[in-house]
């Protein structure tokens, strides 16, 4: 193996159509600063909606902070398969299209392929999964990921770091889910 591939850590991340795509730009800006991490990015159809309603960036902006993007549809990409190695993989948001697919081994783009992938080779899975309010499917393949150690990270509010923006909470939100990868976000306030 190439010795930048041994030192380099990779996290795949995929934009889902849910509400919240501020977050998703935040922690590839974050992921950024960090030359020893790659970012691997598939954005959903669904997800180029909620770009074009929620960011001043379009899709083309959110791929290139991205060390590498791939098409959705492109379910031949190495992120596809389990012998590329990462560290895990976020969905930032998930929506609850995504979180059903995933609980349902119905991989039928390259985000499910992926998370599917990270799910069967035991790597860490974050889901920032978005609706509300939570009706009982939502709650039920929530549920069934949970147990299976998916780390369920909804982007609620959150006082008592005391925010004073929406840069604020949405940066809280990007450290806990940095957190899982002990990466460590500028400006998140821990409880102390
Ligand atoms: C502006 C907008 C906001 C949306 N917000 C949510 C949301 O917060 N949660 C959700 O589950 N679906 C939401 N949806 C619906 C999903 O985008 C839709 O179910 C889509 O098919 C999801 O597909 P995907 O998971 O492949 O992106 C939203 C759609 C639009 C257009």
């Given at each position: 193996?190439?010795?930048r591939e041994?030192?380099?850590k990779?996290?795949?991340i995929g934009i889902?159509?849910?509400?919240?795509?501020?977050?998703?730009?935040?922690?590839?800006?974050?992921?950024?600063?960090r030359p020893e991490w790659e970012t691997h990015l598939v954005i959903t159809q669904g997800a180029q909606k909620t770009i074009a309603q929620e960011s001043r960036f379009s899709c083309r902006d959110i791929e290139a902070m991205a060390t590498k993007c791939y098409a959705i549809n492109d379910i031949g990409a190495s992120i596809a398969s389990g012998t590329f190695h990462t560290e895990g993989?976020?969905?930032?948001?998930?929506s609850m299209k995504t979180v059903a697919g995933i609980?349902?081994?119905?991989?039928?783009?390259?985000?499910?392929?992926?998370?599917?992938?990270t799910l069967k080779e035991g790597r860490k899975l974050v889901l920032?999964?978005?609706?509300?309010?939570?009706?009982?499917?939502?709650?039920?393949n929530m549920l069934s990921l949970a147990q299976q150690g998916v780390k369920i990270l909804p982007p609620m509010l959150t006082f008592y770091n005391k925010p004073?923006?929406?840069?604020?909470?949405?940066?809280?939100?990007?450290g806990k889910i940095t957190d899982v990868f002990q990466v460590e976000t500028m400006g998140f306030r821990r409880w102390a």
């Open positions: 193996m190439h010795r041994e030192l380099v990779r996290l795949v889902s159509g849910a509400s919240g795509i501020p977050i998703a730009v935040g922690l590839l800006k974050e992921m950024k600063k993989m976020v969905v930032v948001p998930c609980a349902n081994g119905f991989s039928e783009n390259l985000l499910l392929r992926a998370a599917d992938v920032v999964a978005r609706e509300s309010p939570l009706g009982s499917v939502h709650l039920s004073e923006s929406i840069e604020d909470m949405t940066r809280h939100i990007i």
